[in-house]
């Protein structure tokens, strides 16, 4: 089977590209902040614990993001091979082997995505530590360090989460029959697994739990109320991405006659494109929802405290100009990350979908009725990712407005959430037409032969 992941990794590199962008990404992110911990060694006092705090806090959230989004991409390339898995255990493929070709296909990808992101980690680790000299809360004399820290945590990290997150997806793709395997490959179940919805009850528990304390328990706390309200968005996004095919289900149900009647042939594909096509959209639907809630949670927070503190006629101090350097710095990997895993989830997807082009196209609809099929799918995930990840980031929002002002309604107003929400919307839909209008310049008949 190692052969046979080898030759699969030749021949499939676009589809495997998604699941590398991921782990180079993540790579980068974790060798970049761990090797802040290798440039504290030898300091001491403020510096070495905004070092600490920084690559503690901020490469621990990285570490979340990029698992769920390696686990993500990996699911959506395991259910775009369903067929040639179906095809390869008819012919006598055991369960086993295949999942020891996906985990080692994903082994191989992680090793060379955590080797090539060295680097780039080296690069975006030099880049924090000029912020913290320019900022002021690093002495500019304590020069960078990259050493076994980074390394040992960016290639041991990266390399067990791919291949644990293989293996799960590897378990739940070979466990069913080659009769429901190519059934599921030409419609997707949209049902949520058992320890989907457990996962979705757990992460939003967690941060309904954290909302709650930062209302009550940290009241007049001052900026440490950041601690736990901080969190709550990034688990009730997560939450809300794990519940991500049921939602598409039901925003399809609830959005199913507007469609038809403002798209018509167009709406109606996207309509059966959406319920057909479940997973594969729900994987496009999490990077929308974690970029939307994060984004707006953690902006919010930043920008309640400063409203909090020009209210009570405070100077900011060093301490508190630490936090929000974390807070921007959060904030910049998130967007940074989710954004660049949108547009890599929706060009793998949608260039997926040349034969389904093709198809429709040979069945009649115009190359104009497709890109407005796709313009409709796009206006969908776009507005329930938005929705879900502003439900998100009011987790955070309200529970810190409660703790720092005693309303629960802040005074930015909605400027926030429009400059986000505009933002997923347009890469949402410029990146989905873009690669379809290059998809369905195929010949139809050439599409439906590949």
């Known amino acids: 089977m190692l052969r046979l992941s080898l030759s699969s990794l030749r021949r499939r590199r676009g589809a495997f590209a998604a699941s590398f962008l991921a782990m180079f990404l993540g790579a980068t992110i974790l060798m970049a902040f761990a090797s802040l911990l290798d440039t504290a060694e030898g300091t001491s006092g403020t510096a070495k614990s905004t070092l600490t705090t920084m690559a503690l806090v901020v490469g621990g959230w990285g570490l979340v993001l990029v698992v769920f989004a390696v686990t993500s991409t990996l699911t959506l390339s395991v259910r775009q091979r369903g067929a040639e898995l179906a095809l390869l255990k008819s012919v006598g493929a055991t369960p086993a082997q295949l999942g020891r070709m996906i985990v080692g296909e994903t082994g191989g990808l992680a090793v060379v995505a955590a080797l090539l992101a060295v680097p780039a980690a080296l690069l975006a680790g030099r880049g924090l530590l000029g912020m913290l000299h320019a900022s002021g809360q690093v002495p500019d004399e304590i020069g960078y360090a990259f050493g076994p820290v980074a390394l040992t945590m960016g290639l041991g990290i990266t390399f067990a ?7 799960i997806t590897a378990r739940r793709a070979t466990r069913v029959r080659v009769t429901e395997s190519l059934m599921a490959a030409a419609v997707e179940p949209g049902g949520l697994s058992r320890k989907r919805i457990v996962g979705a009850v757990l992460f939003l528990a967690l941060a309904l739990n954290l909302g709650v304390v930062t209302a009550t328990m940290m009241r007049g706390a001052g900026t440490d109320a950041m601690a736990t309200s901080g969190q709550a968005d990034i688990f009730a996004a997560i939450g809300l991405a794990l519940l991500a095919p049921l939602i598409i289900r039901l925003a399809t149900g609830v959005l199913a006659g507007p469609l038809r009647r403002l798209g018509g042939v167009a709406g109606e594909l996207a309509v059966t494109n959406l319920r057909r096509r479940t997973g594969q959209m729900a994987s496009v639907l999490t990077p929308i ?23 009570a006629g405070l100077a900011k101090t060093a301490e508190q100009k630490d936090i929000e350097t974390l807070n921007f710095v959060v904030i910049g990997m998130i967007v940074v990350f989710t954004a660049i895993m949108l547009v890599n989830t929706l060009v793998t997807a949608t260039t997926h979908r040349r034969r389904e082009f093709g198809q429709q196209r040979l069945a009649g609809a115009t190359p104009g009725q497709v890109l407005g099929t796709v313009a409709l799918e796009s206006a969908v995930l776009a507005a329930t990712g938005v929705v879900c990840g502003a439900v998100a ?9 409660i703790a720092r002002s005693g309303t629960a309604v802040p005074d930015g107003g909605p400027g926030i959430l429009v ?21 369905v310049r195929t010949p139809a008949v050439a599409a439906v032969g590949v």
């Open 393 to 401: 980031a009011l987790f955070t929002v309200l529970p810190f407005s």
């Open 419 to 439: 400059a986000v929400a505009a933002l997923a919307v347009v890469l949402t839909g410029v990146t989905a037409l873009g690669t379809a209008r290059r998809t």
């Open 289 to 311: 929802i974690l970029f939307t809630g994060t984004g707006v949670g953690t902006l919010y927070l930043q920008d309640i405290e400063n409203a909090s503190m020009s209210a």
């Open 161 to 167: 989460s791919a291949t644990g997150a293989a293996l």
